[in-house]
T-cell receptor, first 113, second 114 residues
Framework: SQKIEQNSEALNIQEGKTATLTCNYTNYSPAYLQWYRQDPGRGPVFLLL?????KEKRKERLKVTFDTTLKQSLFHITASQPADSATYLCALPVSSNTGKLIFGQGTTLQVKP | DAGVIQSPRHEVTEMGQEVTLRCKPI?????LFWYRQTMMRGLELLIY????????DSGMPEDRFSAKMPNASFSTLKIQPSEPRDSAVYFCASSPQGGGNTIYFGEGSWLTVV
């Protein structure tokens, strides 16, 4: 079955730096991959979707890459701010003809002023 | 739009009691998902519905768990009888269609079984 690995250790960085989070998956390559943000006590919120034929996608200070050869997605936040502190989850569809998403454990980012 | 609405937000119950969690998806969304989140296991998909029909319930942990979607605007997740290991945050989410689209989560129902 498909498995997702995200770094379980918290990532601590200084304000203004670029944060890079990693999402690795096993087995088949998904048609797309999504990134979500989760704040304490809240539900996950969608950030970005990248499809298998897209190498890179950007949204404001966010950038996502998708390498189907390495089976890896990288999530970058440039010019990070303390308000970016949260847990970031990647998610993949279980198969191409279903909306069933599985999520990684998430990586907690802490941006220090 | 009001977003996905879940109730109750918090529930503390005694072992053996029945628990019913409720969800109102976003109007017009035809896929609905129930997830459970714990520190140990992360976010797990329990069941999902498409057009009110259960499509995949392989994530439902055992027969004590059941879910229904009697109409497009309401779903329930029931645990009977509840056990301490069921303590978790239960999220309901909805999506405009079956695949490739954003999933919108509710704020969760925090369940503690003592």
């Amino acid at each position: 079955s498909q498995k997702i690995e995200q770094n379980s250790e918290a990532l601590n960085i200084q304000e203004g730096k670029t944060a890079t989070l990693t999402c690795n998956y096993t087995n088949y390559s998904p048609a797309y991959l999504q990134w979500y943000r989760q704040d304490p006590g809240r539900g996950p919120v969608f950030l970005l979707l990248i499809r298998e034929n897209e190498k890179e996608k950007r949204k404001e200070r966010l950038k996502v890459t998708f390498d189907t050869t390495l089976k890896q997605s990288l999530f970058h936040i440039t010019a990070s701010q303390p308000a970016d502190s949260a847990t970031y989850l990647c998610a993949l569809p279980v198969s191409s003809n279903t909306g069933k998403l599985i999520f990684g454990q998430g990586t907690t980012l802490q941006v220090k002023p | 739009d009001a977003g996905v609405i879940q109730s109750p937000r918090h529930e503390v119950t005694e072992m053996g009691q029945e628990v019913t969690l409720r969800c109102k998806p976003i109007s017009g969304h035809n896929s609905l998902f129930w997830y459970r989140q714990t520190m140990m296991r992360g976010l797990e998909l329990l069941i999902y519905f498409n057009n009110n029909v259960p499509i995949d319930d392989s994530g439902m942990p055992e027969d004590r768990f059941s879910a229904k979607m009697p109409n497009a605007s309401f779903s329930t997740l029931k645990i009977q009888p509840s056990e301490p290991r069921d303590s978790a945050v239960y999220f309901c989410a909805s999506s405009p269609q079956g695949g490739g689209n954003t999933i919108y989560f509710g704020e969760g129902s925090w369940l503690t079984v003592v």
